[in-house]
């Protein structure tokens, strides 16, 4: 698109945007490579001129500073708003138009969008940004079609249950040598009983044993190379760092003879983790193995990679589909001469393909505000709250206007030089004035909230005190609008009572009174508005000097064990598992290898038990009848399980071999029997043959009219799809 539209002359500069710096740098050696006359430019690299470059890749970070910092030869701002005629978004999804929203209302520049993620899982908001419809983006290519048509590999799943990981380590269930360790590590935790719970395996308890089972599933049964003597390159997704390290320590002592380089920890501790995933892409350099927290669950393209192994819980279905495509990219020669990469395997050891085939839709965050932009909209509320006519004394008068001159000092701060104040620079100059404060409405109170808040930044506060004064902020909202706020202030409680215990701090001394009354039911019982923010001013500079609890790390020997493992297919629709039609084109996806579902894909006749089999799961199983005849109508349910499982494109091909192979036919005729199989193959078989009038296949010819001289093989043709049909609808 780039080459196209560059030769065409409709784009002079582009700019592509990543999220990481090795997408970045991954993203111009792919270009450099296919465009090699395109002057490129990574913006994070010095050595790199983007003034003569035509196509410049950053992170969305550093092009937000470099708009105001990047001079060109002239001493001007290079990068004006109409400097880039075409913007490029990698990893296109809510994260992104949330954090950066600003850059693509700065610059005039066509957009283009690329997401691995499910389209009904781009936020409508993303969608807004490109002026689209929800849910439809311009192109859509599924990850399944991409299989179909050979673009991607496909996967299977070895999906393992561990006592430990589900139940937890119990003291009561432990050998009488697993009860000592216990005693010796734990006896001293106080916040440590006889249990710990499943949460804490790999968080802050790291288990020998487990991580052990892990290792040894993974080197007995992950996919190989080299004649089946060496581990294909494999993604170890972690939990942490910690849990990274002690996985990399637990496989260093499993096989030492594979040497320290056979398995590295990849996360943003190490140093040289850009230099690391460099030899990792390398298919002839060690690391074999690459244990990742969260750096290359998205966007790295490593063709060889052949196993992934899921070692922690994954509840976005965005991550989800990111980390499962990081195995699925076509890889040549893989296998040996001849033989290519053909699937890869994932391990999941969290129940993550478990949890996605019940909760399609997973669990999105939220995507959070920052301290300085929430404590500037909980002023701006309680602003327009002091308005009413309830609040018209003389001290909750005098209190409003102490909150304003907070908010209009922060908003007389922003600099307007700045790129992203200028594209708010409207309702800037405008709340700027004082009097627009007087009478607060819905749509000034929202406008104030999304244009001007993510502005504010407050550098100096410390960050504790800030977060003390959001707990105290929302309290006395919550005062004002009648509403409960029981857990901030039994956080502010728990607070006052860690200050009492350090009566030796000078400071802390000073608040004696005010931590005392704090501390009591009666306080809060008859507290005021101006009790509160007295209560918010005296102890916020103090909670610096309580210490931050930290729970320790434990290594632990205790054995483990499996205590279930099953295998899958590929999960393509998780949708909406609610929905009778979507269970029904779920199970089947997933059951293909069913003996009656079998047959059907692979044109073969079914028996009166099979027909049996699959009433069964359709009337019983997945629903009721009346379900089924609501969904699917009274057609057959063996024709209806054609339909959806499609035809298997080997048997379709083998039935349509005489043709394909018949040097008698030209090419429209090839063609057109090609187009048959493509159809039935997606749509399992054809019900009216009037459909090989109606595109595609009318794009080539009809059917006697490209067969006039051979009319027995057009017969024939016919005959096959009549065949594929019947097959479909008789029981014998």
């Known amino acids: 698109m780039v080459d196209v539209l560059s030769k065409n002359n409709w784009v002079k500069n582009v700019l592509f945007l990543a999220d990481r710096t090795a997408l970045v740098r991954q993203a111009k050696k792919n270009f450099s490579k296919l465009l090699p006359d395109l002057s490129l430019c990574n913006l994070s690299d010095n050595r790199d001129n983007p003034e003569e470059s035509r196509m410049i890749f950053s992170t969305y970070p550093t092009i937000m500073n470099a708009i105001d910092d990047t001079k060109g030869k002239d001493g001007k701002r290079l990068f004006t708003c109409g400097y880039f005629d075409l913007i490029i978004v990698d990893e296109s ?30 936020d409508k908001n993303t969608y807004t940004i490109f002026d689209m419809e929800n849910g439809v983006p311009t192109f859509a290519y599924e990850f399944e079609t991409a299989v179909e048509d050979g673009f991607l590999v496909d996967y299977k799943t070895i999906e393992v249950k561990s006592k430990i990981m589900e139940d937890g380590v119990k003291y009561d269930e432990l050998s009488d040598e697993e009860k000592e360790e216990y005693e010796e590590k734990f006896d001293t935790d106080e916040n ?10 790999n968080e802050w308890l790291f288990n020998a044993d487990t991580i052990d089972l892990v290792l040894n599933k993974l080197m007995e049964k992950g996919l190989k190379i080299e004649g089946n003597e060496k581990l294909g390159k494999t993604i170890i997704f972690a939990k942490n760092h910690k849990h990274a390290e002690a996985i990399k320590e637990r496989f260093d002592k499993l096989y030492p003879k594979l040497g320290s380089n056979y398995t590295k920890v990849i996360d943003n501790k190490i140093n040289y983790a850009d230099s690391l995933i460099d030899d990792f892409s390398d298919k002839n350099k060690l690391p074999q193995i690459a244990i990742s927290v969260d750096m290359l669950d998205t ?12 070692f922690k819980k994954v509840r976005s279905k965005t991550k989800f589909w990111q980390m499962i495509g990081r195995g699925t990219r076509l890889c040549e020669d893989l296998l040996g001469i001849g033989e290519n990469k053909d699937k890869f395997l994932i391990f999941d050891f969290c129940n993550n393909f478990e949890f996605f085939r019940m909760n399609p839709k997973g669990f999105d965050g939220n995507l959070g505000q920052t301290l300085s932009e929430r404590i500037f909209n909980l002023k701006v509320d309680l602003i327009k709250e002091l308005q009413d006519f309830r609040y018209s004394e003389e001290e909750y008068v005098n209190h409003r206007k102490e909150l304003l001159e907070d908010v209009l000092e922060d908003i007389n701060n922003l600099n307007e030089d700045n790129f992203l104040v200028r594209i708010s620079l409207k309702y800037v100059q405008k709340y700027k004035n004082k009097e627009q404060w007087q009478s607060l409405g819905a749509v000034s109170t929202r406008d104030i909230k999304e244009y001007i808040a993510p502005l504010i930044k407050t550098l100096n506060d410390d960050e504790l005190a800030k977060r003390f004064d959001i707990l105290m902020y929302t309290i006395e909202l919550a005062k004002l609008q009648g509403n409960n706020a029981t ?26 009174y005010i931590i005392d009354k704090v501390k009591t039911t009666e306080f809060w019982e008859e507290v005021d508005l101006f009790e509160l923010d007295e209560v918010r001013q005296a102890l916020r500079e103090l909670i610096k000097y309580l210490e931050k609890t930290t729970q320790k790390n434990y290594y632990t020997h205790f054995e483990d064990m499996i205590i279930h493992e099953e295998y899958h297919g590929a999960m393509y629709n998780t949708n909406n598992l609610k929905n009778y039609k979507k269970k029904v084109e779920y199970y089947l996806k997933e059951h293909e290898n069913q003996l009656a579902i079998f047959k059907l894909k692979n044109n073969k006749k079914l028996t009166k038990q099979d027909l049996e089999t699959l009433e069964s799961i359709m009337w019983k199983e997945l629903g009721t009848k009346e379900d089924y005849e609501k969904e699917f109508g009274d057609m057959p349910v063996n024709k209806l399980v054609r339909k959806i499982v499609g035809l298997d494109r080997n048997a379709a091909n083998e039935l349509f071999s005489e043709f394909l192979n018949d040097k008698n036919l030209n090419t429209k005729q090839i063609h057109f029997v090609k187009l048959i199989i493509d159809y039935v193959v997606k749509n399992g078989l054809i019900e009216d043959n009037k459909i090989l009038m109606e595109d595609p296949f009318r794009t080539v010819g009809n059917l006697s009219s490209l067969f006039k001289d051979n009319m027995n093989d057009a017969k024939k043709i016919m005959g096959k799809v009549a065949e594929i049909k019947t097959n479909a609808e008789i029981i014998i």
């Open 487 to 512: 857990r901030p202030i039994k956080t502010v409680i728990e607070t006052a009572e860690s200050l009492s215990k350090l009566g030796t701090i000078p400071q802390v001394q000073e608040q004696k």
């Open 299 to 310: 966007g790295i393209d490593i063709p060889e990679i052949l196993n992934l192994v899921f």
């Open 192 to 201: 440590i009983g006889e249990e710990i719970s499943s949460a804490a395996i």
């Open 93 to 122: 999804h809510r994260s992104i138009y949330r954090k950066y929203k600003a850059i693509f209302d700065y610059f005039d520049a066509y957009l283009i969008g690329l997401t691995a993620t499910p389209k009904d899982e781009v």
